[in-house]
T-cell receptor, first 111, second 114 residues
Framework: SQTIHQWPATLVQPVGSPLSLECTVEGTSNPNLYWYRQAAGRGLQLLFYSVGIGQISSEVPQNLSASRPQDRQFILSSKKLLLSDSGFYLC??????????FGSGTRLTVV | KQEVTQIPAALSVPEGENLVLNCSFTDSAIYNLQWFRQDPGKGLTSLLLIQSSQREQTSGRLNASLDKSSGRSTLYIAASQPGDSATYLCAVSMIYNQGGKLIFGQGTELSVKP
């Protein structure tokens, strides 16, 4: 079974500062990787997904970007954070479009 | 465009009661459907995965059913316990969606009172 490592657990950043959130996957090769954001309430919004190294698809226009430098590493970045970037960020992995596994999430507060 | 709806949005039951959570989707061209549990401030834990060719899956006190033609899934929890209190999310992936993206419902917040 696959395990997702996501860090940090919480982060408070000032407006205009850069962001880097990292996610690594164990227990599977060539997974599909995803970044979701969960705003206040319960809805999960897909931000980016990747089907392979260097392949990134963006779901919504925004202030964020993603990269996949290695097969099991997925990074979410921003050059300048906005207040609206606050939220709970979740990384997920799926092998062969089957069962999804989620990380424990990062709570980002932009102040 | 696929839309996933979960009813009710919140549910409070006494301990020991059997309960059903509902999930409906508008497009039946799904690849699979997955139920998750989320505790406050935590990530998602997978509970049950039903592939499109299956009708139900069971794990312990949990049973999930899928009726693709009517666009519905139910999660049945038997003999509920206070530890079952959490938000339950259902999500589908589509046959035609590149990358196998999950589309989520808004969740049902369950509270089981001792």
């Amino acid at each position: 079974s696959q395990t997702i490592h996501q860090w940090p657990a919480t982060l408070v950043q000032p407006v205009g500062s850069p962001l880097s959130l990292e996610c690594t996957v164990e227990g599977t090769s060539n997974p599909n990787l995803y970044w979701y954001r969960q705003a206040a309430g319960r809805g999960l919004q897909l931000l980016f997904y990747s089907v392979g190294i260097g392949q990134i698809s963006s779901e919504v226009p925004q202030n964020l970007s993603a990269s996949r430098p290695q097969d099991r590493q997925f990074i979410l970045s921003s050059k300048k954070l906005l207040l609206s970037d606050s939220g709970f960020y979740l990384c997920a992995a799926a092998g062969g479009y089957i069962e999804y596994t989620f990380g424990s999430g990062t709570r980002l507060t932009v102040v | 465009k696929q839309e996933v709806t979960q009813i009710p949005a919140a549910l409070s039951v006494p301990e020991g009661e059997n309960l059903v959570l509902n999930c409906s989707f508008t497009d039946s061209a799904i690849y699979n459907l997955q139920w998750f549990r989320q505790d406050p401030g935590k990530g998602l834990t997978s509970l049950l995965l039903i592939q499109s060719s299956q009708r139900e899956q069971t794990s312990g006190r949990l049973n999930a059913s899928l009726d693709k033609s009517s666009g519905r899934s139910t999660l049945y929890i038997a003999a509920s316990q206070p530890g079952d209190s959490a938000t339950y999310l259902c999500a589908v992936s589509m046959i035609y969606n590149q990358g196998g993206k999950l589309i989520f419902g808004q969740g049902t917040e369950l509270s089981v009172k001792p």
